[in-house]
Each structure stands twice: as structure tokens, then as C-alpha cells.
């Protein structure tokens, strides 16, 4: 019953945004720290970003800094990564990952994790 849940992804054009959304059930990501990650076909799952317990340190790999934000928002019991100027390198099955143990950059080691939502950034 603990699961992580993705929404969000699309196709969108180059130059474009798109919100991401990780939302929980089964627990609360209040004293959770959250990692967004992507992995492309034939690729490894790499890191893109990730948020603290406490929102007070956010983290972006360098190919994103400037263009996402991660945010969360407790009440609602969801995590979002806000993507703007949207590149063809982007595109990816993007997923969300939670643990209990801080973190300040994402890593491999996350407990739960969602099933993944598609990005598509194409002409």
C-alpha cells in the first residue's frame, strides 16, 4: 500500500514546460527526502534533482540548473519538479524516489519508489 505515484509527462515541444508530480499514499513525505531521477532507453538512471526533509537545500544536476525546480508541498502530500525550457536530451521516463534518511544529492538508494511517467521532447 506504500507507493509513490508520477504524473505529469507528455510530449512537448522543445523550449517548452511541463510540471511533474510526485504524490504518496500509505505515508507522508513531511520527514521524507525526495530525489527525481530520469533514465533514458539504453541508459543508466541518473540523478536530476532532490529536496531536503525540510525543503532548505535543494539539489540540480548541472544539465538542469536554471531551467527546473523542485518544491514540495506537504499538504497535499506531493513533490513536484517544474521543467521549463525543455530539451531533446531531456526526454526520459522520469521517476521520483523517497527515503527517510536526508540526503543533500540524489543516489541509487532510495526506499520507495514510483513507477515512472514519460517525457517526450520532440518536434
Known amino acids: 500500500q506504500v507507493q509513490l505515484v508520477e504524473s505529469g509527462g507528455g510530449l512537448v515541444q522543445p523550449g517548452g514546460s511541463l510540471r511533474l508530480s510526485c504524490a504518496a499514499s500509505?505515508?507522508?513525505?513531511?520527514?521524507?527526502?525526495i530525489g527525481w531521477f530520469h533514465q533514458a532507453p539504453g541508459k543508466q538512471r541518473e540523478g536530476v534533482s532532490c529536496?531536503?526533509?525540510?525543503?532548505?537545500?535543494?539539489y540540480y544536476r548541472d544539465s538542469v540548473k536554471g531551467r527546473f525546480t523542485i518544491s514540495r508541498d506537504n499538504a497535499n502530500n506531493t513533490v513536484y519538479l517544474q521543467m521549463n525550457s525543455l530539451k531533446p536530451e531531456d526526454t526520459a521516463v522520469y521517476y521520483c524516489?523517497?527515503?527517510?534518511?536526508?540526503?543533500?544529492?540524489?543516489?541509487?538508494?532510495?526506499?520507495?519508489w514510483g513507477q515512472g511517467t514519460q517525457v517526450t521532447v520532440s518536434s
Open positions: 529536496i531536503s526533509k525540510s525543503a532548505d537545500v535543494q
Open positions: 500509505g505515508f507522508t513525505l513531511d520527514y521524507y527526502a
Open positions: 524516489g523517497a527515503d527517510r534518511f536526508e540526503r543533500l544529492i540524489p543516489s541509487p538508494d532510495y526506499t520507495y
